[in-house]
């Protein structure tokens, strides 16, 4: 317990307490607030940045659920809030004012009371491996606790973070589910803002360790799903483990920022023929155990 009290609090952008496509089973799911890419295709993207307190958000409120505190931050009043997240589109700077600071034994009163239900506990965002030493803490928490120590801990990850940092999370955690984007680095930096070196290598020390639960490849049409690309993907994962658990995720335009036209490459969505057929040019590089979405 000791540990749960002098961890440090997270920001927590949302919490599901039931969700079949995090993991394994029925989970309860933890988004934490903050990522170091800017993704083209985030379907989370107001968990990009923390609020900054600018107040942009204030005159698109309509339930009078945002507010300034005596300190000049912003303030957000669940009991009053409709849920119109007109906030989020008046953001600039892709954050929400709904995050909050919470203490790990705030989570484990929301987990307690599902835990019957639950088959484990995700941690998610944004990019969770931000706030590592409170993922620990939390993770660490459940497993002292003799009610939610059979639920597994999972991390879902981008895989951009220093070794470091995994070697604080890594004996904390059951399994992590590892985005790839893209396995071109060109290609990666226009996706993501960001390289895909520490995610390949996250990739490779996940699967040494044991606990690489998928990779998921986000695919969209046109962009990233080219049949060269998906073979080169498909050996460098196998030259990890040919067996592996591979997560092939058609792209959704639902929940992305709308961009201006001209200012980078079309999304568009695949259809059931082209998921099916990204799994086909797969499945000749390994034995992988494919899950298309």
Not at 68 to 88: N, P, Q
Not at 124 to 147: H, I, K, M, N, Y
Not at 231 to 241: F, P
Request: charged share 25%; with cysteine; hydrophobic share 40%.
């Amino acid at each position: 317990m000791s540990l749960t009290l002098a961890s440090p609090p997270g920001l927590v952008t949302d919490c599901l307490e039931s969700s079949a496509v995090d993991g394994p089973g029925n989970r309860f799911v933890v988004f934490l607030q903050g990522c170091g890419f800017d993704c083209l295709a985030c379907h989370n993207p107001y968990t990009i940045n923390p609020c900054d307190d600018c107040g942009a958000c204030l005159p698109a409120c309509t339930s009078g659920a945002l507010s300034f505190d005596a300190d000049g931050r912003v303030r957000w009043d669940a009991d009053r809030c409709v849920g119109t997240e007109a906030c989020l589109a008046a953001c600039p700077r892709d954050s929400t004012p709904k995050a909050r600071t919470l203490a790990v034994t705030a989570l484990l009163e929301r987990v307690s009371p599902v835990a019957p239900f639950l088959s484990g506990v995700t941690v998610s965002g944004g990019e969770a491996s931000r706030q590592a030493l409170f993922v620990r803490a939390f993770f660490t928490a459940l497993r002292a606790d003799p009610g939610l120590a059979r639920l597994t801990r999972f991390l879902d990850t981008n895989g951009d973070m220093h070794l470091p940092v995994w070697q604080v999370l890594e004996p904390s955690l059951d399994a992590a589910m590892v985005d790839l984007k893209c396995l071109d680095n060109d290609l990666h930096r226009v996706l993501t803002g960001a390289d895909n070196d520490r995610v390949l290598r996250s990739i490779r020390l996940f699967a040494e360790r044991g606990k690489l639960y998928e990779v998921r490849l986000l695919l969209m049409a046109g962009l990233n799903d080219g049949d060269d690309l998906l073979a080169r993907t498909g050996a460098w994962l196998a030259g990890v483990d040919p067996r592996m658990r591979v997560k092939l995720i058609g792209y959704r335009a639902h929940g992305v920022r709308p961009r201006r036209a001209g200012t980078g490459p079309d999304l568009r969505e695949p259809d059931g023929e082209q998921r099916a057929h990204y799994a086909d040019v797969l499945r000749r590089e390994g034995d992988f155990e494919l899950v298309v979405a």
